[in-house]
Every structure is written in C-alpha cells, then in structure tokens.
C-alpha cells in the first residue's frame, strides 16, 4: 500500500482537471499526488506519519508556472535603487544621494523601474539633467521595460560613448544637436557598455546578452552568483512558484543551476533557453542543442531557443507593419533580418528545439510568424509549441495563424498600460487608437483556442502572481467600445498553472491535482473565489510544495 506522506484539508481546491475541477482535500506520497477528494475521503488515506496542512477553507491549486522572468538579473536587481514613482529632479535626488553614499564602492550606481515621464510628461532625460543630480559617479537609470536607459556624462565618457558608436540596427544612442550622446540609451547594444563599468563586470546580464563570463571570472564571482540564484529561487516560491521558464540564457547560468540541484537548493523547476543573439550564426543554434543533451534533469533543463525580434513600442523600437502614431514613415527596425530568422526556425525546429521570440510589434509578430511557417513548411508539421513572448499589438490578418500554426501565447497581465505599474504614456500615443482594440489581444487569442501563458516578466515587472492576476481580471480598455481584453478569474489561474505547463512541455505531470501528477501545489492565505477583484492582490501564498518538499512556509 502506497504511504501517504503529506496531506492537505479544508481546502478550496482548484485541480486544472477537468474531470474533477473541485475537491476539498489532496493526499501525497513522495513527489507525487496519489488522491484527490473530500476531506472524509483523504483522511482515511492518512496513516501515521503523514504531515497534514489545513488550508483553513482557502484556495489550493497546482504549483504556478512562471512562464517568462529573468532569473539572475531580477535576483541581482533586488539590491538596485528601484524609482517607482518618482518624478522631477528633486525626487530623484532625495532617492540618488543616499544610495550612492550607501555603495561608495560600486562602480556604477544602477536605477531601476524608471518612468519615460521622469522630468515631465513628454520631456526627454537628458545626460545634462542627471549631471545636475550627480555629476561625480557613473550613474544608469533603467526605463521599467528594460529596453531603454538613461545615462549622465561621466558614465558616457567611460563607456566610450560620448560621440556615438556604430550598432545593430534596433539600438540607437541618442544624439543631440552638439553632436554627442544626448544621454538616452536604446535597446541592450546601446547601453551595454556602460552596465559593463559595474563592479561586477555585468555578468548578471550576460545572459540578457547571451554571451559568457570572461576567462578573469574567480571562485569568489561563481560563488556569489550562487548565492544571487538562491536568493532568486527562495523568492519565487514565496509566491508559490514551482517552476520557472527563464528568458535569458547562457551555460553559465546551467553550471551555477546545476550546483545548486546538486546541493539540493534548486527550489523551483528551471529552464534555461540558448540565447541566439543576431551576432551569432545561425549554426551556433547546434550548441543549443548540445545544451539540451547535457542538462536534462526533471529540474533543470535547456530545451528551447529564445530571440529578440524588435524592442518595444514606448522608444519606437518595436517593429509595426504601419507607420508609428507620433512618428510617420517610421516602423521600426528587425533585430534580426527575416531571411536570417527563418532560416534560424528552420534549423532549431529540425534540431527539436522549442523557439520562443520577444515581439512587441506586430510587424515583429508577423515575422515570427512567417518563420514558424517556414518552420512547418521545410520540417513537416510536429508538435512543437513555438512561442511569442509579449505580442502587444497584432494585425487582425494574422490572428487565424496562431492556431493554424500551433503558436503559444506568452503573455504579461502586468504589461498592458494602465493595467499594473505601467504609465499609460508614451505607450498608447505612440501605438495610435487605431491600433488600441488589437493591443495586448489576448481574449481575441482565447477565443481562438490559442493556448495562454500568463507572466510577469520579472524584473521588468513585480513578480507578485496574484498582482498579475488581479490586472488580468480588472483590465479596462482605454476607450469606451473597445474590448478590455479582461480575463476571467479562472481563465488567469489556468494560465499561470496549467498554460505554463502546456507551454513547457509538461502538461501530462504538472499544472494540474489530479492521481499521479507531481506534487508541485500551493495553499493561498485567501479564498480567491471569495476574494474580490480588487483585492486579488492581497492574498499570498501560505505553503508551497515542489516535488514533495516544501520550499516555502509563510
């Protein structure tokens, strides 16, 4: 007879089965589920010995998935000056100064969570306005979705930066009329250098970059990013987080991943994607490969390829199939070309790869879209999940194609402007109205039985699930007549459990109660049912279970 380790009563459980969508208790043994049912029944499976957790009437659902973050820089950023809020010289001050005489070593003083509007509505950040904020240390303001970045002089200066520099298309240093830097930094290739001036060398983002550390990296380095992963892990389930689709990839982040499962700390389920960056051939995809040979463990595994197809709409580096609202004949440029890009899905789909693309626009979409096809067209059709990351606008003439092509929408409630912590400006002026009711599709994909993935996108957004969840369920739209594109309490728990799931391969053992699945669940601190909407955010996870063991206990 199986031996019942742990159980969980008085549970409102939500299983993600559609056989037995309710329950009230669920029984395990090891890393497995063995029952599902009333408490009455669950009890009576119990011997002695097994731990019991009453959930005290609150929800009990699968493990959440979190579908795209940046693991090892949104641990990293958690020590960073975060801006949230903060508008006009003086408040930036009064945030600045005390952190730059808290970090008298650091290279670089970083800021994150940047608003566009930072001076004013409309205002463009100037390296001159931050001169006169601190003149004396290189400083790096980070725009909240990471894609642009604000820099003063001195920073310029040390980077190499001052008079401009040739880069890929999709990246631009900002010129002024004088005919230097004017200070605003888009896309990573432009304001890569200067995170280089960190003390740490800005190898927490080398997986951003997909590149790997230098040969100078030391045992102390290995070490402390150790220590930044765990932090990162033991932060994820707090939230109830059992596992974790990162977007940014390198081997060094495997190694460090792999010690750490080693150890017995890597708390949450990780994949780690292989970084094809358009300075890599598409031939180096056969390292990907090697990657997903090489660490392939029910914890930690490197299956899928990630690109960047355009940047984002709020510094006009997304790319759209018409003109920008607020900038006519601009449409933005392809990070990389679309005879590269398909031939690039053509190669990791024959090599079994899943491809997962950031595109914003919805000419970025469309690409990825055509390479997909391609995909099919040269392979054969297979099951492969090809995903995009974000769409924020689509073209009404390329919605059939996601379902036709077997595409998964990864998507972050937090993202839509107005929804979360992001301002509505520049965003919705520079997409334009007309292009309003296709901005973050979402139900429009639903209704296709477009497979949904929900995220948060970690650091560029908080982390916090039930805050996604509570923006997806009380999305407006910005216009009276227009979809809000809102999703259902249920339909946004699904997506963060059972839509990751599906989106990594995985739906057969996770995202789901039910007899023989892995035991990755989370008791919430609230009823979310019982919950109002606009409180969804206030509930947190009590207790959450990863294969068996419990990796976090509020």
């Known amino acids: 007879m199986t031996k019942i380790t742990r159980i969980i009563v008085n549970g409102a459980v939500v299983t993600m089965n559609p056989a037995q969508p309710r329950a009230q208790a669920v029984a395990m043994a090891g890393n497995r589920i063995v029952a599902v049912g009333s408490n009455a029944e669950i009890r009576m499976l119990a011997g002695a010995g097994a731990r019991v957790f009453d959930a005290q009437g609150n929800t009990v659902m699968p493990g959440m998935i979190e579908a795209h973050l940046h693991l090892f820089p949104g641990a990293f950023g958690m020590d960073l000056l975060h801006l949230d809020g ?17 970090n008298p070593d650091e290279a670089l003083l970083i800021c994150k969570a940047t608003d566009y509007n930072l001076f004013g509505e409309g205002v463009s950040t100037t390296r001159q306005m931050l001169d006169a904020v601190l003149s004396d240390r290189p400083i790096l303001l980070l725009a909240g979705d990471h894609h642009t970045a604000w820099a003063n002089s001195i920073a310029l200066d040390r980077a190499g930066l001052m008079q401009g520099r040739d880069l ?19 896309e990573h290739a432009a304001y890569d250098p200067v995170m280089a001036l960190r003390s740490s060398g800005g190898r927490e983002g080398l997986g951003l970059a997909g590149i790997e550390p230098g040969d100078d990296l030391t045992p102390a380095d290995c070490a402390e990013d150790i220590e930044t992963l765990k932090r990162g892990l033991r932060y994820c389930a707090s939230f109830g987080f059992t596992s974790l689709q990162n977007m940014d990839g390198n ?16 708390l949450c389920r ?22 997903a040979r090489e660490f392939a463990t029910d914890r930690l595994s490197a299956n899928r390829v990630k690109m960047f197809m355009d940047g984002v709409i709020d510094s006009s580096t997304a790319v759209l199939v018409e003109d920008y609202a607020h900038r006519p004949g601009w449409r933005g440029d392809r990070l990389h070309s679309a005879e590269r890009f ?26 990825v879209l055509d390479g997909y096809q391609a995909a099919r067209e040269v392979n054969g059709p297979r099951d492969s999940r090809h995903r995009i990351e974000h769409i924020e606008l689509l073209h009404p003439d390329d919605l059939s194609r996601f379902a036709e092509l077997g595409v998964v929408a990864s998507m972050q409630p937090p993202h839509p402007p107005g929804a979360m912590d992001f301002p509505l400006e520049p965003w919705i002026t520079h997409a334009g109205p007309a292009r309003w009711p296709w901005a973050f599709p979402v139900s429009y994909l639903r209704a296709q039985g477009v497979p949904i993935a929900f995220s948060s996108d970690w650091p560029i957004s908080d982390i916090n699930p039930m805050r996604g969840v509570q923006a997806a369920v009380m999305r407006r739209p910005w216009q009276e007549g227009h979809p809000s594109h809102a999703s259902s309490l249920d339909e946004a728990l699904h997506a963060y459990t059972a839509g990751g799931a599906f989106a990594g391969f995985a739906e057969t053992r996770l995202g789901r109660i039910a007899p023989g699945f892995l035991a990755d669940i989370v008791v919430m601190d609230h009823d979310l049912h019982a919950t109002a909407p606009d409180a969804l955010d206030t509930a947190r996870a009590a207790l959450t279970i990863c294969d068996g063991d419990v990796t976090f206990e509020a």
């Open 86 to 102: 903060v508008r006009g010289a003086d408040a930036l001050r009064d945030k600045l100064i005390p952190y730059a005489h808290a």
């Open 168 to 186: 890929a298309p999709g990246n631009e240093i900002v010129m002024a009329s004088d005919g230097t830097a004017a200070g605003e930094l888009r």
């Open 251 to 266: 081997r060094y982040q495997l190694e460090l991943l792999s010690e750490i499962e080693a150890a017995g700390d890597l």
């Open 270 to 291: 990780t994949e780690i994607p292989f970084h094809l960056t358009p300075a890599k051939p598409v031939d180096a995809l056969d390292e990907g490969a090697a990657l």
């Open 342 to 367: 398909r031939d690039a899905c053509i190669k990791a789909d024959a090599l079994g790869l899943q491809i997962s693309v950031h595109a914003i626009g919805d000419g970025a979409v469309r690409t």
